[in-house]
């Protein structure tokens, strides 16, 4: 799932022989980026980027790079460089086993897919040995200490600057650009999505009359997602208002979200519209089964922006070069018939 945490290393035998293989030098891999990237005017090494776990001492500038956690892959092939390895995101993937607009792009340049390196709890540390990266990526990730150090030890790697799982999407694209010495790119990449979602909300001046939460739910709970999470906040640039219920409640932590519970679910009654997402059909109507979540007056009138599919339902999760454009396509047209539904 999107909102999922399931990120520490776990085993201790992977640990130690991901560390071995630094140690003895077994590095393999070919010398060759799976992607071209032109150095940029502002490349200027060594580069060094601290994150909450550590310091990424950055000699030069990468070719070979690994991306973990979320949206870093994207933003590193709009700035040129496909990377010879990603973190795996099944739960999106097409049938090739990649999130589509990745394929899509790679296929575009004409690249090599990068590697499929495990995730959360499996990383295959060998295979990232294997890879020989000149960094590693996961400024939006769960990266542990434990983590952190086995990658660190492997090749520089910058990790979140704050928490885990919490980053505003175009200080992630910052983070990139500057560890890929391409910081000026970064920022025009930054601009231009600015301007897509902008845009959208000069097109529909009418959104900014609607509030919307944005929420998330499990069998057991209710969860809110703040208006700085990264779904929320297209959410919000598209020209929506958020609900100033949202902005009141606090975050429950490592979240990104406010944690408040079926038994709170009349918090979200001012809401014109709620945003939400389903794994499926069956969680779906298991949620609408709760008689709390059903009598939401959103809910309730039908003045709902929810999808199962997964691939959109990531895409919308992540403000980055490729994930923008694939997601309006499909957003705009849900949010309307959501609006529709406000009227009756």
């Known amino acids: ?35 071209d990237s032109t150095p940029a005017a502002d490349a200027a090494f060594p580069v060094s980027i601290k994150s909450a776990l550590g310091t990424a001492e950055i000699p030069e500038k990468p070719e070979r790079v690994i991306t973990l956690g979320q949206g870093s892959a994207e933003t590193s092939i709009a700035l040129g460089t496909i990377p010879v390895g990603m973190e795996e995101y099944a739960w999106a993937a097409d049938e090739t086993g990649y999130l589509p607009w990745i394929h899509e ?20 540390m060998e295979k990232i040995v294997e890879l020989d990266p000149d960094v590693i990526l996961a400024p939006w990730s769960g990266l542990t200490q434990e983590q952190f150090d086995t990658l660190n030890a492997i090749a520089p790697t910058v990790a979140y600057p704050d928490k885990a799982w919490s980053i505003d999407w175009d200080q992630q694209i910052d983070i990139v650009g500057k560890a ?22 000069s097109a529909h001046p009418e959104y900014a009359d609607y509030t919307f939460s944005y929420i998330y739910t499990t069998p057991d709970t209710l969860g809110v997602f703040l208006p700085t999470e990264q779904r929320a906040a297209m959410v919000d640039a598209l020209g929506l208002t958020p609900d100033p219920a949202v902005e009141q409640m606090k975050e429950t932590e490592g979240t990104d979200s406010a944690v408040i519970g079926y038994e709170n679910a009349d918090q979200l009654n001012d809401s014109d519209l709620i945003f939400t997402f389903y794994s499926d059909a069956a969680a779906r109507k298991q949620a609408l089964s709760n008689k709390l979540y059903a009598q939401i007056p959103a809910i309730k009138k039908g003045a709902v922006v929810a999808s199962d599919d997964n691939a959109f339902v990531t895409a919308s999760s992540m403000i980055n070069p490729l994930t923008v454009p694939y997601a309006l396509d499909r957003y705009l047209p849900m949010i309307d018939r959501a609006i529709a539904q406000t009227k009756k």
Do not use: Y
């Open 1 to 35: 799932m999107p909102f999922a945490r399931l990120r520490s290393l776990g085993a201790t035998v992977a640990l130690a022989a991901a560390s071995a293989l630094v140690l003895t030098g077994c590095a393999g891999g070919d010398a060759t980026a799976s992607g």
């Open 105 to 124: 792009a790679v296929e575009k340049d004409g690249g090599k897919l990068p590697e499929l390196v495990g995730a959360g709890e499996q990383l295959d």
């Open 180 to 201: 890929l010495g391409q910081e000026s790119e970064a920022q025009g990449l930054v601009a231009d999505l600015k301007k897509q979602l902008a845009d959208v909300a």
